[in-house]
């Protein structure tokens, strides 16, 4: 792997702590909570006594005012080959700025707290039956009735659906406008907000994910996040974070399939040599480490251009595209040099190869970022009529 000038000497002081925090309290829990098809509320609540849950929070809300997204690199870097399923990313780095930027100071006063300490679990609800990618198309409902908001509809492929205790849910607040989307903070327990099956999934079964219903779910109006039509622009705003962070994690899974693999062809042996000598294997896995230090590369490039705001989401899309696509090349290529031993659920690369399938579809599909990529090119069809 190449060298990364992007950590200072204060990160790798945290990553140390992390590890030691993971090695106590996640790694002898991971295979309980994959055949649970959870992680324990107990694990959330002690990352937030380490400090590790939205560390950009004030200081009045129990956070310490670090809005540096190299901590967060460093979590998912170290939290992701475990396998665990705590999905810390999701809720610092993907949910919590919603309420962070855009709450007012009421909603951080009763919600960030708890963001900080693990005892709100957060979760984020736009995708639906029928509509992925496509936020504008949306079709849960959001009505107004003068002093309140009345939601109906589902969502689906929620994660942390089980878990959550704060959901930001998108709704459509005006069907004649297909932007007009609203963002609307429910809480667990409102009468009306419904929790479906944990949904089975073809690989990280420790990640609920869920689906919620919504029938007739009445949401006070300080409960709206910005403005009631405002909604998608927000949500197209942090949609180049959540594609870096999913990317951070692609590229991690990507490093240790890589590794998995190679530590096994060098003590595997076929017709009396270890199977890595072969030219085969050799060119496979060379190719492999090219392609991975030119992804890490672009990978920091990205990260500092976020840093100092300046991420455009067509740079966010192809790093999203870059690592997704490569970490699922990456596992399969794992797969196949281990043989049949890579089918076998004992070995890593079996439960690799199957975590990492979905890093091509969730946070905007392989297609949708190349349309991102295509349009930015000046590439965009929709502008002939």
């Known amino acids: 792997m190449i060298a990364r000038s992007l950590y200072e000497p204060d990160h790798e002081m945290f990553r140390d702590s992390v590890r030691k925090w993971i090695a106590a309290e996640v790694t002898p829990n991971v295979?309980?909570?994959?055949?649970?098809?959870?992680?324990?509320?107990?694990?959330?609540?002690?990352?937030?006594?380490?400090?590790?849950?939205?560390?950009?929070?004030?200081e009045k809300h129990g956070g310490v005012a670090l809005d540096d997204f190299r901590y967060d690199m460093i979590l998912i870097e170290e939290l992701g080959p475990t396998g665990s399923g705590l999905a810390v990313s999701l809720h610092n780095r993907v949910v919590g700025p919603y309420i962070h930027k855009f709450?007012?100071?009421?909603?951080r006063d009763?919600?960030?707290?708890?963001?900080?300490?693990?005892?709100?679990?957060?979760?984020i609800a736009m995708t639906e039956p029928g509509a992925g990618s496509d936020v504008a198309g949306i079709q849960t409902r959001a009505e107004d009735k003068g002093d309140h908001w009345l939601?109906?509809?589902?969502?689906?492929?929620?994660?942390?659906?089980?878990?959550?205790?704060?959901?930001?849910?998108?709704?459509?607040?005006d069907p004649s406008r297909s932007h007009a989307v609203g963002l609307f903070l429910v809480e667990r327990g409102t009468p009306g907000f419904e929790r479906g099956r944990n949904l089975k999934k073809m690989g990280q079964p420790a990640q609920d994910t869920s689906e919620l219903f919504f029938h007739d779910v009445k949401i006070p109006k300080e409960n709206v996040l910005g403005a009631p039509d405002?909604?998608?622009?927000?949500?197209?705003?942090?949609?180049?974070?959540?594609?870096?962070?999913?990317?951070?994690?692609n590229l991690t899974m990507a490093e240790r399939a890589f590794q998995v693999t190679l530590?096994?062809?060098?003590?595997?042996?076929?017709?009396?040599?270890?199977?890595?000598?072969?030219?085969?294997s050799r060119f496979v896995m060379a190719d492999i480490r090219a392609r991975l230090?030119?992804?890490?590369?672009?990978?920091?490039?990205?990260?500092?251009?976020?840093?100092?705001?300046?991420?455009?989401?067509?740079?966010?899309?192809?790093?999203?595209?870059?690592?997704?696509?490569?970490?699922?090349?990456?596992a399969d290529s794992g797969v196949q040099l281990h043989g049949g031993a890579g089918y076998m659920d004992e070995y890593e690369i079996s439960r690799i190869y199957r975590d990492t399938r979905i890093a091509r579809i969730y946070a905007g599909s392989s297609e949708i970022m190349k349309e991102i990529i295509g349009r930015g090119l000046g590439l965009d069809d929709r502008k002939r009529n």
């Not at 939601?151 to 959901?167: E, M, R, W």
């Not at 530590?263 to 085969?280: L, S």
């Open 293 to 330: 230090d030119a992804a890490w590369a672009l990978l920091d490039h990205c990260a500092k251009a976020h840093i100092k705001g300046e991420l455009s989401s067509e740079l966010a899309a192809s790093i999203k595209l870059v690592s997704s696509e490569l970490v699922c090349e990456v």
């Open 151 to 173: 939601i109906n509809g589902s969502k689906t492929y929620i994660s942390n659906g089980q878990l959550a205790d704060l959901v930001v849910v998108a709704a459509k607040t």
């Open 103 to 107: 709450g007012t100071p009421e909603q």
């Open 263 to 280: 530590d096994f062809i060098k003590d595997r042996r076929a017709f009396g040599r270890p199977i890595g000598t072969f030219q085969n």
């Open 31 to 58: 295979e309980r909570w994959r055949e649970d098809g959870m992680v324990d509320r107990r694990v959330w609540e002690s990352a937030g006594e380490q400090g590790f849950l939205c560390m950009y929070a004030d």
């Open 110 to 123: 009763r919600y960030m707290p708890g963001c900080v300490s693990g005892k709100t679990i957060l979760a």
């Open 230 to 249: 405002g909604g998608f622009k927000v949500m197209m705003g942090n949609l180049a974070e959540e594609r870096i962070v999913n990317s951070v994690g």
